[in-house]
């Protein structure tokens, strides 16, 4: 079974500073999906950035990009010029297989919450 | 993308009582998925609705504590069965999303449940 592993419960950054979250995770796959979201204290998960396993090229989404290294199985997220409202948790999750869809589950990390110093 | 309505957002129920939510999307979707988020934790999956057939549960999670409901492939229905102070949570109904353009997922906004 996969699992996704975030080994910071909580980060904190200075406003207008980077940060950089982790991620790893754990699958016999060589096709998959790998996805940041975000849960401010709304309670709604906002999809930050997605990451296809067969892409070569770190995805970037204006000030949020990744590191995808798939041999080390891990996936951190780098957010630039932090901003109040990135105050949020931030889950890492993993979706099995590129077909199938509407079919596949996503599997969730435990989260890293994330503070800003104003 | 699709919209996702959940309802309700919030309640306060008696230990004992059931409490059944609803998720309405605005576009056909094959599967619907519901999580458990517990206080303070990550997102765990409940099971797996697709419509027409019976839905598939996650193993710790059972049918007569969680039913569900597919009538179409537009809503879905999870009920919490004789509810305890455990069961107190955020429950999330989520769908892949052909909007989203490659796997991409969208979530209701939450139910969060108080058991007392």
């Known amino acids: 079974a996969q699992t996704v592993t975030q080994s910071q419960p909580e980060m904190s950054v200075q406003e207008a500073e980077t940060v950089t979250l982790s991620c790893t995770y754990d699958t016999s796959e060589s096709d998959y999906y790998l996805f940041w979201y975000k849960q401010p204290p709304s309670r709604q998960m906002i999809l930050v950035i997605r990451q296809e396993a067969y892409k070569q090229q770190n995805a970037t989404e204006n000030r949020f990009s990744v590191n995808f290294q798939k041999a080390a199985k891990s996936f951190s997220l780098k957010i630039s010029d932090s901003q109040l409202g990135d105050a949020a948790m931030y889950f890492c999750a993993y979706r099995r297989g590129h077909q199938n869809f509407g079919n596949e589950k996503l599997t969730f990390g435990t989260g890293t919450r994330l503070t800003i110093i104003p | 993308s699709a919209v996702i309505s959940q309802k309700p957002s919030r309640d306060i129920c008696q230990r004992g009582t059931s409490l059944t939510i609803q998720c309405q999307v605005d576009s056909q979707v094959t599967m619907m998925f519901w999580y458990r988020q517990q206080p303070g934790q990550s997102l765990t999956l409940i099971a797996t609705a697709n419509q027409g057939s019976e839905a598939t549960y996650e193993s710790g999670f059972v049918i007569d504590k969680f039913p569900i409901s597919r009538p179409n492939l537009t809503f879905s229905t999870l009920t919490v069965s004789n509810m305890s102070p455990e069961d107190s949570s955020i429950y999330l109904c989520?769908?892949?999303?052909?909007?989203?353009?490659?796997?991409?997922?969208?979530f209701g906004s939450g139910t969060r449940l108080t058991v007392v």
């Open positions: 989520s769908v892949e999303d052909p909007g989203r353009g490659n796997y991409g997922y969208t």
